[in-house]
């Protein structure tokens, strides 16, 4: 962790690499709605991130400079690493890794960072599928479930970190095995955009519906 940098300011970065890993465009309205703050507290810390050298703004839309990306990125490694030792190697359910790595990412010293990866063996990715900063990418190209037609079989890779910071929506997917490494069979699209999902085969095979927005941070790549 960077000496003397405020773990609110973390938050701020980590959040804006997070929308551009899900292709969202970030603008202030967006962080308002991710971070739960209000407008004039987004506001103000946009500001002071900017007064840094972290980001640039252009109008409502905020860009990390190089800097900010470092940081970000840094932020992003270490909560990663966290959630994957967790759930790897203390146990914790899958569901609730992404809230305890919160409280880890702010206090990771180098030596434990390095630490995390020799015993995790270099992981590419945390336990939702999303990608470690400075560890191997997979090239596999990913699409998100909401454009799966009707008929074909596909893999589960990621879950995005807007889901992650749904406990509810974490546990739900947890319940019904729709976790990265999950094959399945997208059986029907229902009008509002629902999926029908079979998972399984023979005596084993299960049934899960997954809502329309779900299916836009659910990541798959073709079985």
């Known amino acids: ?9 973390e938050e701020y970065l980590e959040t804006i690499h997070a ?4 292709g969202v465009d970030v603008i202030q309205a967006r962080l308002v709605e991710r971070l739960g703050h209000s407008p004039q507290a987004v506001s103000e810390m946009v500001r002071r ?6 980001l640039t703004r252009t109008g409502r839309g905020v860009t990390l400079t190089d800097q900010g990306a470092k940081l970000a990125a840094s932020v992003v490694r270490r909560h990663r690493l966290a959630e994957r030792f967790l759930v790897d190697v203390v146990g914790l359910p899958w ?6 790595a919160g409280r880890w ?4 010293s180098d030596e434990v960072e390095a630490r995390f990866v020799a015993i995790l063996g270099n992981p590419a990715t945390c336990p939702h599928g999303n990608p470690i900063p400075g560890a191997p990418v997979d090239p596999t190209p ?6 799966v037609p009707a008929g ?9 970190e807007q889901v992650e910071m749904d406990g509810e929506a974490l546990a739900y997917l947890d319940a019904n095995g729709l976790v990265p490494g999950c094959r399945a069979s997208v059986v029907a699209r ?5 999926v029908m999902l079979r998972l399984g085969d023979g005596d084993t095979a299960r049934s899960a519906a997954v809502g329309t927005a779900m299916c836009a941070q659910i990541f798959v790549t073709d079985d």
């Not at 569901?95 to 305890?100: T, V």
């Open 190 to 194: 229902a009008p509002d955009g629902t």
């Open 142 to 147: 990913q699409r998100p479930l909401s454009g």
């Open 19 to 22: 929308l551009v890993e899900e």
């Open 152 to 160: 074909e079989h596909v893999r589960i890779t990621r879950i995005t």
């Open 95 to 100: 569901s609730r890794a992404h809230l305890e």
């Open 1 to 9: 962790m960077a000496d003397g940098f405020h773990p609110p300011l």
């Open 49 to 54: 991130l900017a007064d840094d050298g972290y």
């Open 105 to 108: 990412e702010h206090v990771i």
